[in-house]
Protein backbone atom coordinates (compact mmCIF):
# COMPACT_ATOMS: atom_id res chain seq x y z
CA UNK A 1 0.00 0.00 0.00
CA UNK A 2 1.35 3.48 -0.87
CA UNK A 3 0.93 6.24 1.88
CA UNK A 4 0.29 9.30 0.34
CA UNK A 5 -1.20 12.98 1.07
CA UNK A 6 -3.80 15.14 -0.13
CA UNK A 7 -4.62 18.85 -0.02
CA UNK A 8 -8.73 19.26 0.45
CA UNK A 9 -10.70 21.94 0.77
CA UNK A 10 -12.19 22.70 4.18
CA UNK A 11 -15.69 21.96 3.45
CA UNK A 12 -14.80 18.57 1.56
CA UNK A 13 -12.36 17.53 4.26
CA UNK A 14 -15.42 18.03 7.65
CA UNK A 15 -18.05 16.02 5.14
CA UNK A 16 -15.45 13.40 4.63
CA UNK A 17 -14.94 13.16 8.50
CA UNK A 18 -18.96 12.88 8.53
CA UNK A 19 -19.22 10.37 6.59
CA UNK A 20 -16.52 8.17 8.08
CA UNK A 21 -17.61 9.10 11.68
CA UNK A 22 -21.58 8.27 10.83
CA UNK A 23 -20.13 4.97 9.16
CA UNK A 24 -17.86 4.34 11.60
CA UNK A 25 -15.17 3.94 8.80
CA UNK A 26 -11.73 5.67 8.91
CA UNK A 27 -11.12 8.93 7.04
CA UNK A 28 -8.54 6.80 4.71
CA UNK A 29 -11.06 4.10 4.30
CA UNK A 30 -13.73 6.97 3.01
CA UNK A 31 -11.16 8.04 0.47
CA UNK A 32 -10.31 4.59 -1.07
CA UNK A 33 -13.94 4.24 -1.23
CA UNK A 34 -14.59 7.47 -3.49
CA UNK A 35 -11.61 6.52 -5.09
CA UNK A 36 -12.86 3.03 -6.17
CA UNK A 37 -16.27 4.58 -7.24
CA UNK A 38 -14.97 7.32 -9.49
CA UNK A 39 -12.43 4.58 -10.78
CA UNK A 40 -15.82 2.51 -11.70
CA UNK A 41 -17.86 5.33 -12.94
CA UNK A 42 -15.06 6.81 -15.04
CA UNK A 43 -13.12 3.64 -16.66
CA UNK A 44 -9.80 4.48 -18.96
CA UNK A 45 -10.34 6.51 -21.65
CA UNK A 46 -8.20 4.54 -24.05
CA UNK A 47 -8.07 0.76 -23.50
CA UNK A 48 -5.00 -1.28 -25.23
CA UNK A 49 -7.43 -3.07 -26.92
CA UNK A 50 -8.43 -2.43 -30.66
CA UNK A 51 -12.12 -2.18 -30.34
CA UNK A 52 -14.14 -3.76 -33.34
CA UNK A 53 -18.05 -4.61 -34.13
CA UNK A 54 -20.14 -7.44 -33.40
CA UNK A 55 -19.99 -10.44 -35.88
CA UNK A 56 -22.71 -10.35 -37.54
CA UNK A 57 -25.69 -12.94 -37.46
CA UNK A 58 -27.77 -14.21 -40.27
CA UNK A 59 -31.11 -13.65 -39.61
CA UNK A 60 -32.52 -15.49 -42.15
CA UNK A 61 -34.55 -14.51 -45.69
CA UNK A 62 -36.73 -11.38 -45.82
CA UNK A 63 -39.89 -12.02 -45.81
CA UNK A 64 -40.69 -9.45 -47.95
CA UNK A 65 -40.08 -8.32 -51.56
CA UNK A 66 -37.95 -5.40 -51.83
CA UNK A 67 -40.99 -2.93 -53.10
CA UNK A 68 -42.75 -4.25 -49.71
CA UNK A 69 -39.70 -3.72 -47.58
CA UNK A 70 -38.94 -0.14 -49.07
CA UNK A 71 -42.99 0.75 -47.86
CA UNK A 72 -42.26 -0.94 -44.39
CA UNK A 73 -39.03 0.78 -43.89
CA UNK A 74 -40.74 4.97 -44.58
CA UNK A 75 -44.76 3.53 -43.12
CA UNK A 76 -44.41 5.82 -40.07
CA UNK A 77 -44.75 3.43 -36.76
CA UNK A 78 -47.01 5.82 -34.65
CA UNK A 79 -49.56 8.60 -35.75
CA UNK A 80 -48.74 11.71 -34.46
CA UNK A 81 -51.45 14.33 -33.33
CA UNK A 82 -52.27 17.94 -34.57
CA UNK A 83 -53.09 20.30 -31.65
Do not use: C
Amino acid sequence: MIKTQVQLPDELYKEAKRIARERELSLAEVMRRGIEYMAHVYPPLHSKQKWSPPTPQHLGNFLTSSDEWRELANTPTHQTKNK
